[in-house]
T-cell receptor, first 112, second 110 residues
Framework: DTGVSQDPRHKITKRGQNVTFRCDPI?????LYWYRQTLGQGPEFLTY????????KSRLLSDRFSAERPKGSFSTLEIQRTEQGDSAMYLC??????????FGSGTRLTVV | QKEVEQNSGPLSVPEGAIASLNCTYS??????FFWYRQYSGKSPELIMF??SNGDKEDGRFTAQLNKASQYVSLLIRDSQPSDSATYLC??????????WGAGTKLIIKP
C-alpha cells in the first residue's frame, strides 16, 4: 500500500459545471476524511466516513457538495454547479480511529 | 467551541539555530496532539505526535506537552533551509476528529 491516493491532482472547470474527485485511502484505515484548504488557512473539515457510514458533515457545507464511500473503500466528493468560491485544495485523509491522519496529495480545483 | 491557537508568523530563524513553535488549545479533555508540516502547495505531513505530558524526541524534532497549561510546542534543532514550511498543530477531540490550528509559517535563513 503506497498511501492515500487522490485523483485528479488538478482540475480546472468553468463556473456552473459539476466536478467529482476520488480518494483511495490506506486499505487498513477505517476512517476517511475530506477537507478543503485555502491559502494561509488550516484544513477546513467537510465530512468523514467510518467504514461506509458518513458520520458527520460540516454545517458550512452547502447541499451542492456530496460525498460517498460505497463498500467502505474509495470515496468520491462531488461538487455541483461550481462557484468561484469553491476554488481550493481538496484534501483526503485516512486513519485508524485513534491515530493521526495520513493525507493524500490533494486535488487543486480552480473554477474560472 | 474547540480551538487551536497558533501564531501565524512568519517566524524567521537562522540556519543551525533552534526553531520553537507553540500552540495552545481549548479542550481540556484532549489526549492526543499532532504536529504536521506543510510545504507550499503540498498536503500536510505528520511529523510528530504526543500523548503524555513532557517531552518526546525524534531526531532533530522534540514535541513538548503541558496539559495543565494547555499548550504544546515543537522544537527543531539545527534548523535547515528544508525545514522552511508551515507547521500545523492539531488535537483529537472526543469524537476522534482532528481540530486544527491555522499554522505557523517558519522560514530558515541560510
Amino acid at each position: 500500500d503506497t498511501g492515500v491516493s487522490q485523483d485528479p491532482r488538478h482540475k480546472i472547470t468553468k463556473r456552473g459545471q459539476n466536478v467529482t474527485f476520488r480518494c483511495d485511502p490506506i486499505s487498513e484505515h477505517n476512517r476517511l476524511y475530506w477537507y478543503r484548504q485555502t491559502l494561509g488557512q488550516g484544513p477546513e473539515f467537510l465530512t468523514y466516513f467510518q467504514n461506509e457510514a458518513q458520520l458527520e458533515k460540516s454545517r458550512l457545507l452547502s447541499d451542492r457538495f456530496s460525498a460517498e464511500r460505497p463498500k467502505g473503500s474509495f470515496s468520491t466528493l462531488e461538487i455541483q454547479r461550481t462557484e468561484q468560491g469553491d476554488s481550493a485544495m481538496y484534501l483526503c485523509a485516512s486513519s485508524l480511529i485513534t491515530d493521526g491522519y495520513t493525507f493524500g496529495s490533494g486535488t487543486r480545483l480552480t473554477v474560472v | 467551541q474547540k480551538e487551536v491557537e497558533q501564531n501565524s508568523g512568519p517566524l524567521s530563524v537562522p540556519e543551525g539555530a533552534i526553531a520553537s513553535l507553540n500552540c495552545t488549545y481549548s479542550d481540556r479533555g484532549s489526549q492526543s496532539f499532532f504536529w504536521y508540516r506543510q510545504y507550499s502547495g503540498k498536503s500536510p505531513e505528520l511529523i510528530m505526535f504526543i500523548y503524555s505530558n513532557g517531552d518526546k524526541e525524534d531526531g532533530r524534532f522534540t514535541a513538548q506537552l503541558n496539559k495543565a497549561s494547555q499548550y504544546v510546542s515543537l522544537l527543531i534543532r539545527d534548523s535547515q533551509p528544508s525545514d522552511s514550511a508551515t507547521y500545523l498543530c492539531a488535537f483529537l477531540d472526543s469524537n476522534y476528529q482532528l481540530i486544527w490550528g491555522a499554522g505557523t509559517k517558519l522560514i530558515i535563513k541560510p
